[in-house]
């Protein structure tokens, strides 16, 4: 969902290792989100439009609030209750024959096995109801929690033990001391919007703040060190 009519994002040069105060993109205003952030990095390049996601929630009498004394509401993901619900029962199906408890009438007929699946699409359910994102021009949440994206002091990557196959995992803290965690892929695959403006706030903190990072933000997302700050060897 926009705040008014957003302008085409420009295309991500290539990754640059240092960046200066005088390269960053342009902050966008915070209540029209204008100029749109460039395209982050990880997005793939046949990336198809957030709107082609035939699972998210359309309906916005839906849409989420901002959080409270925050800019508007620019983009945001959920998956739709329906489409939600078949993937829960599925994945529930699923598990209950991976652990041998039986077929589908044995589902239906046994008490036992019956309220095990009930228990099992729920928490499937929940799980997927969970995955939610939203952004403002200049704040980022994810869930129940949020951050302000331009008052970052600690960005942070991670992978799981395939470091190459588990995603990139990000945990951002803001001045105020409000936490948040990502996962790139993750939003990256539900609207890619989001991801820019969060990315965006993440170069300004990083860059025009010197936030506190990691070598594996670095390495992964190919975040430039701020300039002529010379980083630790790789």
Not at 105 to 124: E, K, N, Q
Request: glycine share 10%.
């Amino acid at each position: 969902m926009t705040a008014g009519h957003q302008a085409p994002p420009t295309e991500a040069s290539t990754p640059k290792r240092y960046l200066s105060l005088d390269e960053l993109p342009p902050r966008p205003d915070p209540v029209t989100g204008l100029p749109e952030p460039p395209r982050a990095p990880g997005i793939p390049e046949d990336a198809p439009p957030p709107e082609k996601n035939s699972g998210r929630e359309r309906d916005p009498l839906l849409a989420p609030k901002p959080p409270r004394g925050q800019g508007p509401l620019l983009f945001w993901f959920r998956l739709r209750r329906g489409y939600t619900l078949g993937l829960a029962t599925c994945c529930g199906v699923f598990t209950m024959l991976l652990a041998g408890i039986g077929y589908a009438w044995d589902v239906i007929l046994a008490p036992l096995s019956g309220v095990m699946f009930l228990a099992m699409v729920g928490v499937y359910y929940l799980i997927g109801r969970s995955e939610r994102y939203r952004v403002g021009a200049d704040w980022a949440a994810g869930g129940r929690r949020w951050v302000r994206t331009y008052e970052l002091v600690n960005v942070t990557a991670s992978s799981g033990a395939n470091d190459d196959d588990d995603g990139i995992f990000l945990t951002l803290k803001d001045a105020g001391g409000r936490k948040m965690y990502y996962r790139v892929e993750k939003v990256v695959e539900a609207d890619h919007r989001i991801w820019n403006y969060t990315y965006n706030g993440i170069l300004h903190s990083v860059i025009a703040s010197g936030a506190e990072t990691n070598e594996h933000l670095h390495r992964r997302l190919g975040v430039p060190y701020p300039y002529p700050t010379t980083p630790d060897a790789e």
